[in-house]
């Protein structure tokens, strides 16, 4: 069956330290990838999106890169802040429709 | 900046009654979504709409339907609530017939089902 995997528990780390959060997928072939942030009682916000001829991605502090052979995404935040402290959602397409697909989230709390 | 509106951000319903959930978004996007979020079981598309008056049944449409008579709006219908319903609703819109755009969300509406 199709999957979408992330790490339910949470993460915690240092502020100033890297931040590296794991999406895996099994049974996609997803022509793309996409990273949102979700605050508590918020809709999730779109951050960044990579597509499958893409190793990697960045966008100031932040790093995606997107491994097809070990159907793996990997979402790092650089020099972590406090406000940084969020849930972090992976999304892939559903290949021939319009549904997106999302997985149940990585909580990360950075501790100052 | 797209904007994306739900009519509540918490509602209170009893069992069995019809609950209306509303949407807009003011970008002229063509796709709309309704999803509810569970702890532990992420996003699951509920309807989807990629037309005025067109919707697609996404992974769990029973207990549930749409409407769309605008572009803009977009209603989520509890034809009657029921307890497992009680979860956090979120619309959310995407540009154009591709599916590969960016999803904007709305701020969610959490509903309690007494």
């Known amino acids: 069956s199709q999957k979408i995997e992330q790490n339910s528990e949470a993460l915690n780390i240092q502020e100033g330290k890297t931040a590296t959060l794991t999406c895996n997928y099994t049974n996609y072939s997803p022509a793309y990838l996409q990273w949102y942030r979700q605050d508590p009682g918020r809709g999730p916000v779109f951050l960044l999106l990579i597509r499958e001829n893409e190793k990697e991605k960045r966008k100031e502090r932040l790093k995606v890169t997107f491994d097809t052979t070990l159907k793996q995404s990997l979402f790092h935040i650089t020099a972590s802040q406090p406000a940084d402290s969020a849930t972090y959602l992976c999304?892939?397409?559903?290949?021939?429709?319009?549904?997106?697909?999302f997985g149940a989230g990585t909580r990360l709390f950075v501790k100052a | 900046d797209v904007k994306v509106t739900q009519s509540s951000r918490y509602l209170v319903k009893r069992t069995g009654e019809k609950v209306f959930l509303e949407c807009v978004q003011d970008?002229?996007?063509?796709?709309m979504f309704w999803y509810r979020q569970d702890p532990g079981l992420g996003l699951r598309l509920i309807y989807f709409?990629?037309?005025?008056?067109?919707?697609e049944k996404g992974d769990i449409p029973e207990g549930y339907s749409v409407s769309r008579e605008k572009k803009e709006r977009f209603s989520l219908i509890l034809e009657s609530a029921s307890t497992n319903q009680t979860s956090m609703y979120l619309c959310?819109?995407?540009?154009?017939?591709?599916?590969?755009?960016?999803?904007?969300f709305g701020p969610g509406t959490r509903l309690l089902v007494l």
């Open positions: 999304a892939l397409e559903n290949t021939g429709g319009f549904k997106t697909i």
């Open positions: 709409s990629y037309d005025v008056k067109m919707k």
């Open positions: 959310a819109s995407s540009l154009s017939g591709s599916y590969q755009e960016t999803q904007y």
């Open positions: 970008m002229d996007h063509e796709n």
